[in-house]
């Protein structure tokens, strides 16, 4: 067994050696005689099952707790507003002109992109539709319209 091997072993199942699977324990405690690595490891290991074990958590003060939910109410409040502040940019009863919501909707870049895939594949579809014939005679048909004659 590597010291990375036993690291992992000793993360996964804690320091006790009861708590380690049958196949990997007598690896482990073979290594834990002959490695000083792997017994610092191991006491390491053993101090924070320890500490894990005593369950000494202290309590928050009362007015550690007051002051959290003070922040947290200050935090939705200014939230709130923000958004109130988003909602009523505009005056009351007014609906914004159609050429502002469609600006306002193709001004995001997720959507010129949307609408570019869009339109590829539309046009990409409707390439294969046509016939080389129809395709020749409206080159054609483009090229001509757009020469002064």
Same mark, same amino acid.
């Given at each position: 067994?590597?010291?990375?091997?036993? /690291?992992?072993?000793?993360?996964?199942?804690?320091? $006790?050696?009861? #708590?380690?699977?049958?196949?990997?324990? /007598?690896? $482990?405690?073979?290594? *834990?005689?002959?490695?000083?690595?792997?017994?610092?490891?191991?006491?390491? $290991?053993?101090?924070?099952?320890?500490? *894990?074990?005593? #369950?000494?958590?202290?309590?928050?003060? $009362?007015?550690?707790?007051?002051?959290? =939910?003070?922040? @947290?109410?200050?935090?939705?409040?200014?939230? %709130?507003?923000?958004?109130?502040?988003?909602? =009523?940019?505009?005056?009351?009863?007014?609906?914004?002109?159609? %050429?502002?919501?469609?600006?306002?909707?193709?001004?995001?870049?997720?959507? @010129?992109?949307?609408?570019?895939?869009?339109?590829?594949?539309?046009?990409?579809?409707?390439?294969?539709?046509?016939?080389?014939? /129809?395709?020749?005679?409206?080159?054609?048909?483009?090229?001509?319209?757009? *020469?002064?004659?």
């Amino acid at each position: 067994m590597t010291l990375d091997e036993f /690291q992992d072993l000793l993360d996964t199942y804690g320091g $006790a050696p009861s #708590g380690w699977p049958q196949d990997k324990r /007598q690896a $482990a405690l073979s290594l *834990l005689e002959i490695d000083s690595h792997a017994v610092l490891m191991h006491e390491e $290991a053993m101090m924070l099952d320890g500490l *894990l074990a005593g #369950g000494d958590i202290p309590k928050p003060s $009362a007015q550690a707790m007051e002051n959290l =939910f003070e922040d @947290v109410a200050r935090h939705a409040k200014a939230e %709130r507003n923000r958004d109130m502040e988003i909602a =009523f940019d505009r005056p009351v009863g007014v609906e914004p002109r159609l %050429r502002d919501r469609l600006i306002g909707f193709w001004a995001r870049p997720s959507m @010129v992109l949307s609408g570019s895939a869009v339109a590829g594949v539309v046009l990409g579809v409707w390439d294969t539709w046509l016939e080389p014939a /129809q395709e020749t005679f409206l080159f054609v048909e483009f090229v001509y319209s757009a *020469l002064p004659l």
